[in-house]
Nanobody, 124 residues
Framework: QVQLIESGGGLVKAGASLRLSCTAS????????MAWFRQAPRKEREFVAA????????YYVDSVKGRFTISRDNAKNMVYLQMNSLKPEDTAVFYC?????????????????WGQGTEVTVSS
């Protein structure tokens, strides 16, 4: 079992950058495919980005390609989401998720563990 704790959210203006961090507990972090999802008010949870166990492969939703970068440090049990050129439509609660059986999945149901979320608000 793994526990996930997100941090790094906040209130920023459009065009700014933020880096979200997700700290994972447990000695087997490198066995999990990891991802970031987000959920805006009154909307369903949406896939943002995923990274393979080794970190060598990544996948993004089209709306963040070229602006967001997912990365991981298996030695530190960390996964990151660097967000540049933020837009008001990026406003959401961002969640870190871990998948014990697959890599690079986009459906929330495929993920086994979730953090509590960190809120990102982008003002215009």
């Amino acid at each position: 079992q793994v526990q996930l704790i997100e941090s790094g959210g906040g209130l920023v203006k459009a065009g700014a950058s933020l880096r979200l961090s997700c700290t994972a507990s447990g000695p087997t972090f490198s066995r999990y495919g990891m991802a970031w999802f987000r959920q805006a008010p009154r909307k369903e949870r949406e896939f943002v980005a995923a990274i393979s166990r080794s970190g060598s492969n990544t996948y993004y939703v089209d709306s963040v390609k070229g602006r967001f970068t997912i990365s991981r440090d298996n030695a530190k049990n960390m996964v990151y989401l660097q967000m540049n050129s933020l837009k008001p439509e990026d406003t959401a609660v961002f969640y870190c998720a871990a998948d014990a059986r697959h890599e690079l999945m986009v459906l929330p149901v495929m993920y086994d563990y979730w953090g509590q979320g960190t809120e990102v608000t982008v003002s215009s």
